[in-house]
């Protein structure tokens, strides 16, 4: 979150209550440079030109992985796609060594994005390349202006090229939950927790629908609520809720499944005393244009390998409706066995339930499944690292 004004006096309240507070300032072009350097290797390039150097920066950073790298890339397209953008690099031979982007609305300019490959730093292509920036943006623009961190050197150097400081922006982020780095791969599939925006993207799959409206394979009526004005938000609610109320005694993983890199659907595994009950609990559900597909038992099936292979789950349970023909499917072909029934009255009426139970004993995944990053959460779980 970015706060334009009032950031400085919400700054204590957000870090006691664990956000990442980063000051940021706005800094406008209005003097000529302490001096003026040669310029004339950088190059008008494009976006594509420099991919490979953005990845390859992605990777360095502690956080980088390729996975981060692709989605900063995708991230990077489709601000192209939003706004006018040109981009600007310096090269090293074939490879690139320092580049920067420039946005502009026709007025107003942005230089955004510098960035020199580290052993290439300190030769001054950086003041080289900004300053080029500038004059290209100065014959057709009022106004000039970057963003550089407070307590950063940078902006020191964009002080010497002509910069001023004339505001600043409190930007506020909250860390992760550690959960956000599993996951779990099928031949079709990713599973994991979701961002904001695919959460959202991902009400609108089941706003689209599940189930004829005829019937209701909830136990909570859930999707009954797909045309409130509230449906999203409170859709998103309710994934969030999951992870901030997540104890080892008492957790719910609310999966989203992946489909070529848009959201289809959840696989939710849940246990309550795992440590000591060693039983899991499922529940999924597909939106009805990826129905039909085996793609219901390529979930449950990687749920399972989770639970049984790597946690230490000892059973896992189940429960479909009696005319959910679907479910019932998906659960015979993982080996369920029928164990009780229940009743429900998800719209008032009396529907009988099959309570369903798969053992470890015998367990092996009908398909691949790979599992990453799950160490270092056993403890989340109750399982033993």
């Known amino acids: 979150m970015t706060v334009d004004r009032g950031g400085k006096r919400l700054a204590p309240g957000f870090g006691q209550l664990g956000w990442n507070v980063t000051v940021h300032v706005v800094m406008a072009h209005r003097r000529e440079p302490d001096r003026r350097v040669d310029s004339s290797a950088v190059r008008e390039v494009s976006l594509d030109d420099l991919d490979r150097v953005r ?3 992605t990777l360095r950073s502690p956080w980088g992985t390729e996975e981060l790298g692709k989605r900063l890339a995708l991230a990077k397209q489709r601000v192209a796609e939003a706004l006018p953008m040109r981009h600007f690099a310096v090269r090293a031979g074939t490879r690139v060594v320092a580049y920067c982007e420039l946005r502009s609305d026709g007025r107003t300019a942005q230089i955004e994005d510098v960035n020199t490959v580290e052993e290439f730093r300190r030769h001054g292509l950086g003041r080289a390349l900004v300053q080029h920036v500038v004059d290209v943006a100065r014959r057709d623009h009022e106004l000039v202006y970057l963003e550089a961190l407070a307590d950063d050197w940078p902006r020191e150097l964009y002080a010497k090229l002509g910069f001023d400081v004339v ?59 797909a045309s409130s004005p509230s449906f999203r938000d409170d859709f998103v609610a309710f994934h969030e809720d999951a992870v901030a109320s997540w104890r080892p005694a008492r957790w719910t993983l609310n999966l989203i499944a992946f489909e070529d890199g848009r959201p289809v659907g959840t696989q939710a595994l849940g246990a309550r005393s795992f440590a000591r009950t ?26 399972l390998e989770l639970a049984f292979a790597h946690l230490g789950a000892e059973e896992a349970w189940s429960a479909a409706h009696d005319d959910n023909e679907a479910s019932r499917r998906v659960s015979a072909r993982l080996g369920y066995t029928a164990a009780g029934t229940e009743w429900h009255r998800p719209r008032g009426e009396r529907v009988r339930s099959t309570k369903l139970v798969r053992r470890r004993n015998g367990w092996h995944s009908p398909v691949p499944v790979e599992i990453e990053r799950l160490a270092p959460l056993l403890p989340l779980f109750g399982a033993a690292p």
């Open 278 to 303: 060693r039983r899991v609990n499922t529940g999924s559900w597909l939106g009805r244009d990826r129905q039909g597909r085996g793609l219901g038992t390529e979930m449950r099936a990687a749920a």
């Open 167 to 225: 505001d600043e922006r409190h930007l506020f982020l909250r860390p992760p939950h550690r959960l956000t780095g599993l996951r779990v791969r099928t031949p079709r599939l990713e599973l994991r927790l979701a961002t904001l925006a695919e959460l959202r993207e991902l009400a609108e799959v089941a706003r689209r629908g599940i189930h004829p409206p005829e019937e209701m394979p909830f136990t909570v009526p859930w999707t009954d609520s």
């Open 55 to 57: 990845r390859e920066s």
